[in-house]
């Protein structure tokens, strides 16, 4: 009896399948890392915390003392922006339009050194809120 199509296209498939298996398999054994040596296998850790194959005693070490962790320090003058008033509430509430972004900027009395009124030109410093940025510090500009 004959084989119908179907069977001789699934015999092909297994012999591909058995035909690629040991493609794998002998690629496997070419390309083991058994026998290797230690110093082949191991990975160090630098200073930074990045994996290296550099073992610690070939590396420049690093003072820790040296390392400063956090953002550099900003110049307290960079810090302070100036503007005028533009809306001033009587519930103690306002708005300054900063002098070179335009931004305006919300801010409350409390948060205020001097006594301030619309159209006064002031300094302030600006910090994040839940709803945008507030002005707090806010002195008068002579």
């Known amino acids: 009896m004959a084989d119908s199509f179907s069977k001789k296209e699934n015999f092909k ?3 591909q399948k058995q035909k690629e ?5 002998e690629d496997r054994k070419t390309n083991n890392n058994k026998g290797k040596g230690l110093d082949d296998m191991l ?4 200073s930074y915390g990045r994996l290296t194959t550099t073992p610690p005693e070939e590396r420049m070490e ?6 400063q962790l956090g953002a550099a320090p900003i110049p307290v003058e960079e810090l302070r922006k100036s503007g005028i008033v533009t809306f001033f509430s009587e519930k103690g509430y306002g708005f300054i339009t900063e002098d070179n972004s335009k931004e305006n900027v919300f801010f409350h009395s409390n948060n205020c050194i001097h006594q301030v ?7 302030f410093e600006k910090e994040r809120s839940p709803k945008g940025f507030s002005a707090i510090n806010i002195e008068l500009v002579k």
């Open 117 to 123: 009124k619309k159209g006064n030109k002031v300094s």
């Open 21 to 25: 298996k040991a493609i794998r398999r």
């Open 43 to 46: 990975t160090y850790v630098d």
């Open 62 to 67: 690093i003072n820790p003392e040296d390392i």
């Open 13 to 15: 498939k297994k012999i």
